[in-house]
């Protein structure tokens, strides 16, 4: 399967008055959106991305660096609702709602509950499964295309497991995951070693993944993107998009900035503002924000051989290029909150403990908007109030993964092409 990238020889913009035009406007300079730019701009379109701060200042910037193709099972399921209320209790657990934010997210929260019925997780599962299997086939194609394959890792992903109980707990999920073809196997105490030295006793129990990939570090590879992208010739503007007014030949964008652009076609994928973007076009699309927080140590902190999982803390360990990265949980708590850092240190001192070797000095914390939807698939498809403009947005914690195979989606919406996969699932109205 491949992307269908071709190149054609670019044209100007057209000028209308003080507007300048492109054939497509990518709003938001993060990994989803510059995988569409691209991919749109080797179709032949005129492509201008805007963004409020640039590119890989967001999520992008500060992920795990996952490409997590095994990662099928949505985070709204009945197991979450087990877990929920004895991690709620723990504010610097691996599920939290600030206080100040629990009555403004209820809403989100009794959708995210209906989600996670069984007949509806098979649904979300079955569809997750459609895109990350494209992902999958449409990533070394685009990596390729973009200079940037020399950045991919396979090192695989160790999921640990400190009782008997927590590695049965986890069977009825390998078991979905097997019926998918996802490739991985259960080890011992003994094996683990072997994998990933350096891993504390308590930890009697692993699953090894070899299907899953890595990027060397996220945000130099968000900005080669953008490097890339500009070679091809395509434009990025620093401003923070308003509004967008449905015209007779397109998209009217307005910015902050008291400035007007029009489209012929607009991309929304703007990450975690999305929503408020698409309200003014009509859409109460519900999307809400789980705060991920890390810190990154030195390279030299570990001698991490793979991104190890600790599923019963919520969080991962990562080797990037940049250093050892300790990070993940769900704080949910929108945009608007300060930083609670705290969970931050929480999360690493509990790695020091997991990994006795751990060099804990001298990281850097960070904090960012991952977007998400209550039933965990993103929203790719038409806005409801023009065919012109088309969401991309919502991933959650899969952006990287899915960034290729969502990239290939739009761009086949953008020139008329039957998408390769069933995006029904997906629609941005399906929650009424």
Request: with cysteine.
């Amino acid at each position: 399967m491949g992307t269908g990238i071709k190149s054609e020889p670019q044209r100007p913009p057209e000028s209308f008055g003080n507007m300048s035009r492109s054939d497509v406007v990518v709003i938001g300079a993060g990994v989803v959106g510059l995988s569409i730019a691209i991919a749109a701009k080797m179709r032949g379109l005129e492509v201008t991305v805007i963004d409020r701060e640039g590119p890989a200042a967001g999520a992008s910037a500060g992920n795990a660096g996952a490409f997590a193709f095994t990662d099928i099972l949505p985070l709204a399921s009945p197991g979450i609702l087990k877990k929920a209320p004895k991690w709620l209790l723990d504010p610097l657990g691996p599920l939290s709602i600030p206080p100040a934010y629990a009555l403004q997210i209820a809403p989100w929260m009794l959708k995210f509950w209906r989600a996670c019925q069984p007949s509806r997780v098979a649904h979300s599962t079955s569809a997750q499964t459609s895109l990350m299997d494209l992902s999958k086939a449409e990533l070394e194609v685009f990596l390729s295309a973009t200079g940037t394959l020399p950045m991919l890792r396979k090192d695989g992903n160790l999921q640990v497991y400190e009782s008997d109980a927590e590695f049965q707990a986890s069977l009825p999920g390998w078991d979905a995951r097997k019926k998918h073809g996802i490739e991985f196997r259960h080890v011992d105490a003994a094996e683990m070693a072997s994998l990933q030295p350096g891993l504390a006793p308590r930890f009697i129990r692993g699953t090894f993944t070899p299907g899953w990939y890595s990027i060397a570090d996220p945000k130099l590879y968000t900005l080669a993107l953008a490097e890339h992208f500009s070679a091809l010739g395509g434009s990025i503007e620093i401003t923070e998009v308003k509004a967008l007014r449905p015209v007779s030949d397109g998209v009217d964008i307005l910015t902050t900035d008291g400035g007007k652009r029009s489209a012929a076609k607009v991309v929304l994928s703007a990450g975690a503002f999305s929503h408020r973007i698409a309200k003014t076009l009509g859409e109460n699309i519900p999307l809400e924000t789980e705060r991920g927080y890390n810190t990154t140590l030195p390279a030299d902190a570990f001698d991490l051989r793979m991104q190890v999982t600790f599923g019963g803390h919520g969080f991962v360990v990562t080797r990037l290029t940049s250093g050892i990265r300790v990070g993940g949980a769900v704080e949910l708590g929108g945009l608007d909150l300060p930083p609670n850092f705290k969970r931050s240190e929480a999360m690493l001192k509990k790695a020091q403990t997991f990994l006795p070797g751990l060099k804990a000095d001298g990281g850097t914390q960070w904090m960012g908007f991952r977007p998400s939807l209550p039933d965990s698939l993103p929203a790719i498809g038409r806005a409801k109030a023009t065919p012109n403009v088309v969401y991309a947005f919502g991933h959650g914690h899969l952006g990287l993964t899915q960034s290729a195979g969502t990239a290939r989606i739009v761009a086949d919406m953008l020139t008329g092409q039957k998408t390769v996969i069933d995006v029904a699932a997906f629609s941005p109205q399906r929650f009424g």
